[in-house]
C-alpha cells in the first residue's frame, strides 16, 4: 500500500522515506517525473549518473567547473 503526501504551495511533494530506500534515491540525484496514460499514473524514476572525474593537473575556475556540471546534467538528462 503507498502512502499519502501532501502537494505543497509549490506543488512539490516529498517522497517518502520508504519509497526513497527502495529506490535508493538520494538527496542532490536526479529523478525523471512522467504520466503513464496507459495506467494513469505518475511514476518517478531514478537517473543513473556516471560520476565525473576531472584530472587536469592544473587549478581550474569556478565557470570551467560550472560548465562541466552543466554538460553532465545535460548529458545525463538527455533522451
Not at 44 to 72: D, F, Q, S, W
Request: aromatic residues 2%; negative net charge; glycine residues 6%.
Amino acid at each position: 500500500m503507498g502512502e499519502i503526501v501532501k502537494v505543497t504551495r509549490n506543488y512539490q511533494v516529498t517522497i517518502p522515506a520508504t519509497v526513497r530506500a527502495k529506490a535508493n534515491i538520494r538527496e542532490g540525484d536526479l529523478v525523471e517525473v512522467l504520466y503513464d496514460e496507459d495506467e494513469g499514473v505518475i511514476k518517478i524514476i531514478p537517473v543513473r549518473r556516471k560520476r565525473l572525474t576531472i584530472r587536469l593537473g592544473r587549478r581550474i575556475t569556478v565557470e570551467e567547473i560550472e560548465e562541466a556540471i552543466e554538460e553532465a546534467l545535460d548529458e545525463a538528462t538527455s533522451p
